[in-house]
C-alpha cells in the first residue's frame, strides 16, 4: 500500500504543480503532495522570510531589540551583523552621538531600522524644567533629521524615568512613547555570556529588549545571539511592527505597558561612558 502510494506521487507532484501553474487549487485528495501554498492554505511552517519581506507578527514570533545611547562607537560592526542576518532592529539615539557620527545615525535609517529619540544630553527627565525636556527632544529631534533625513518615530525617555510632562511634549509632538520589557543588563555585566542568557532568559514573544550599542560585549555576542532567536522560531523586528493588525503607535501612547519603577536600567553614573567627545 505506502509502496503504491509512493510509486504515484510523482504523478501527483506533476498534477499539482499544473493546476498550480494554472492558477487552480490543488486536490485534496493530493495533499500531501509538495505544492505551493494557494492563497487559502495555511502554510504548515511559516515560509522562509525573503530578504526585506515585511513580518507579520500576528502570524509569526516577534521580538524587538532595542539599542540606547547611540549611535555608539561600535554601531558599525552592529549593522553589519544586523544586515547578515536580515535584522531590523530600533535605535534610540542620543542626539549628541547623532552629531558626532552622523554617518552611522544614516546608515541606520538607510538599512531599515526604527529611529527613536533617546534625549540630546541624557538626563533624567523627572529632574528638569519642562522647557528642559522639550529642548533636549527637538535638538535630537533635529540632529536625526538633519544626519539621516528622517524623523523619530518614538522617544524613550533616559533610565525610563519620566512623568505626566514628557507624555505632554510626547503626544504635542505626535510621538509615542516606548519602554522595555526585557533587559540585557549589558550596561552591568559588559560580558557575552552573561548578556546572551539574560536575553534569552527574557525573550518572549513581542517582547521589547533593552540594549546599548556602546556595549562591546552586546555587539560582539550578537550573531550568537541572533542565531539562537532564530533557531527559537523569532523575527527581529522594529517596536512598530509588533503591533497587530494595522495599529499605529499613537501620540503620547506608552509602550509596551509596564510600570516605570519595573524598568531595569543603567544608574545614571553609568551612562555612555565610551564616548571622548
Ligand atoms: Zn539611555
Redesign the pocket.
Known amino acids: 500500500m505506502a509502496r503504491h502510494q509512493r510509486a504515484r506521487l510523482p504523478l501527483a507532484v506533476a498534477l499539482a504543480s499544473t493546476l498550480v501553474g494554472l492558477g487552480a487549487a490543488a486536490p485534496a485528495a493530493h495533499a500531501d503532495a509538495p505544492k505551493k501554498p494557494a492563497k487559502t492554505a495555511k502554510p504548515a511552517k511559516p515560509a522562509a522570510k525573503k530578504k526585506g519581506a515585511k513580518v507579520d507578527c500576528a502570524k509569526v514570533k516577534c521580538i524587538a531589540l532595542t539599542f540606547?545611547?547611540g549611535p555608539g562607537k561600535y554601531a558599525g560592526k552592529l549593522l553589519d551583523t544586523l544586515k547578515k542576518y536580515d535584522v531590523k532592529a530600533t535605535f534610540?539615539l542620543?542626539g549628541q552621538y547623532v552629531k558626532s557620527r552622523p554617518a552611522f545615525a544614516k546608515r541606520m535609517a538607510v538599512e531599515g531600522h526604527e529611529l527613536g529619540n533617546?534625549s540630546y544630553t541624557?538626563p533624567n527627565f523627572r529632574e528638569i524644567s519642562d522647557q528642559e525636556i522639550v529642548d533636549e527632544l527637538k535638538s535630537t529631534h533635529d540632529a536625526v533629521v538633519k544626519a539621516t533625513g528622517k524623523a523619530p518615530t518614538m522617544i524613550?525617555p533616559?533610565?525610563g524615568e519620566f512623568d505626566s510632562r514628557t507624555v505632554s511634549v510626547a503626544a504635542e509632538m505626535g510621538l509615542p512613547v516606548v519602554l522595555w520589557n526585557g533587559g540585557s543588563r549589558d550596561w552591568a555585566t559588559k560580558n557575552e555570556t552573561a548578556i546572551y542568557k539574560e536575553v534569552l532568559r527574557n525573550a518572549k514573544r513581542d517582547g521589547v529588549i533593552l540594549m546599548?550599542d556602546w556595549v562591546p560585549a552586546t555587539v560582539t555576542v550578537m550573531p550568537k545571539l541572533l542565531k539562537e532567536l532564530k533557531r527559537q522560531g523569532y523575527h527581529m523586528v522594529g517596536v512598530s511592527s509588533l503591533l497587530r493588525n494595522g495599529k499605529k503607535l499613537q501620540p503620547g501612547e506608552i509602550y509596551p505597558q509596564v510600570k516605570q519603577e519595573e524598568l531595569e536600567?543603567?544608574p545614571e553614573d553609568m551612562?555612555?561612558p565610551e564616548d571622548g567627545t
Do not use: L
Open positions: 540606547d545611547d534610540f542620543e533617546h541624557h524613550r533616559p533610565y546599548h536600567s543603567p551612562q555612555s
